[in-house]
């Protein structure tokens, strides 16, 4: 039996990356960090941060266009992938990278009030106006409204 499976919890580093494919799947890339803390030799607490390429296709990626962005943190289900390619001078390079095939949203960063919509200046102002409300579901997603 073999497996490829890795789940990773970390913090986005930059707002996702979309393009289309030829064949017009939405494809999203990101990276998320990762800190592993521990104590040397000596007692010292160090810390070790790890930088991971993500890659989601289809709903999934236009799901994360939607609500990923820089800071937020995710927890990725997928598998790890390494892929070659070569470039403009001809050596063959070598990508590893983390194919998404489940997420899951963190809460907001702490004074976080604002929603993916209103960072991206796409909010309409009814939008905005129910955002404002006091008892509104503020940032909140509707798992009804997802399409899967």
Do not use: W
């Not at 039996?1 to 979309?18: A, Q």
């Not at 070659?84 to 001809?90: F, L, P, Q, T």
Request: cysteine-free.
């Amino acid at each position: 039996m073999n497996l490829n499976l890795i789940l990773i919890l970390g913090n986005v580093t930059r707002d996702p990356e979309i393009r289309k494919t030829q064949g017009g799947t939405t494809v999203a890339s990101f990276s998320i960090a990762t800190n592993r803390f521990y104590k040397d030799q000596g007692g010292e607490k160090k810390q070790e941060t790890e930088f991971h390429n993500v890659v989601a296709f289809g709903k999934l990626a236009e799901l994360i266009e939607r609500y990923v962005q820089k800071g937020g943190l995710l927890l990725i289900k997928g598998r790890i992938r390494t892929r070659n390619y070569e470039n403009k001078s001809g050596q063959k390079v070598y990508r590893t990278e983390i194919v998404a095939e489940e997420m899951q949203l963190g809460p907001r960063p702490a004074g976080s009030a604002k929603s993916h919509k209103e960072y991206a200046g796409e909010a309409t102002p009814e939008e905005l106006r129910e955002m404002e409300k006091p008892n509104s579901n503020k940032g909140e997603i509707d798992v009804d409204s997802i399409e899967f």
